[in-house]
T-cell receptor, first 115, second 117 residues
Framework: NAGVTQTPKFRILKIGQSMTLQCTQD?????MYWYRQDPGMGLKLIYY???????DKGEVPNGYNVSRSTTEDFPLRLELAAPSQTSVYFC??????????????FGPGTRLTVL | AQSVAQPEDQVNVAEGNPLTVKCTYS??????LFWYVQYPNRGLQFLLK??????LVKGSYGFEAEFNKSQTSFHLKKPSALVSDSALYFC???????????????FGKGTRLHILP
């Protein structure tokens, strides 16, 4: 199994540009998550999904959108990039979710810079 | 609301000495607690978790953690530190008492562990 894969690894955007961060997992996990990691701030949850067709906002959803059309894929969309969205983005997945006591599996991350 | 605190931004330990990385939590019910490790330019990796049962939990790479309900703590420990243990460590908590679909966990800010040769 490849686990959780993310593309691209790095990206530089200009203010106002759009992009989609891709995330795929091959473990047949129901739950998927998007986090952003800023220095000294830990991880902040952006959006999460408990299954195909179901998504929910996390702690910091503004400026982002997600979709979950399949179990495997959970892309994150930035519509109008802003410097405040400069961060490292991590996708994660788990089978039962936190309420089931399941740990999360993380992708390698996407480092995004908005100039 | 649930919360988790890691009071130390950085911990320095000499190789071969025991190490402790502290974590305290606040939840409304019985917590689910997790420790993750992040090596440079990598995603987080699961180390161990406490759901129920024995308060001493053993995990990967020789790490263990002790759940202390009275002190609301879940400190990460290792008897003898290795240089390769140098990394960023995150504590996380889930409050299973939630009644809605709000199924997520909260991460601490992380503690950077430096093991000195």
């Amino acid at each position: 199994n490849a686990g959780v894969t993310q593309t691209p690894k790095f990206r530089i955007l200009k203010i106002g540009q759009s992009m989609t961060l891709q995330c795929t997992q091959d473990m047949n996990h129901n739950y998927m998550y998007w986090y952003r990691q800023d220095p000294g701030m830990g991880l902040k949850l952006i959006y999460y999904s408990v299954g195909a067709g179901i998504t929910d906002k996390g702690e910091v959803p503004n400026g982002y959108n997600v979709s979950r059309s399949t179990t495997e894929d959970f892309p994150l969309r930035l519509e109008l990039a802003a410097p405040s969205q400069t961060s490292v983005y991590f996708c994660a997945s788990s089978f039962l979710g936190a309420s089931g006591g399941d740990e999360q599996f993380f992708g390698p991350g996407t480092r995004l810079t908005v100039l | 609301a649930q919360s988790v605190a890691q009071p130390e931004d950085q911990v320095n330990v000499a190789e071969g000495n025991p190490l402790t990385v502290k974590c305290t939590y606040s939840v409304s019910g019985n917590p689910y607690l997790f420790w993750y490790v992040q090596y440079p330019n990598r995603g987080l990796q699961f180390l161990l978790k406490y759901i129920t049962g024995d308060n001493l939990v053993k995990g990967s790479y020789g790490f263990e953690a002790e759940f202390n309900k009275s002190q609301t703590s879940f400190h990460l420990k290792k008897p003898s530190a290795l240089v390769s243990d140098s990394a960023l460590y995150f504590c996380a908590v889930r409050d299973p008492g939630g009644m809605n679909r709000d199924d997520k966990i909260i991460f601490g800010k992380g503690t950077r562990l430096h093991i000195l040769p």
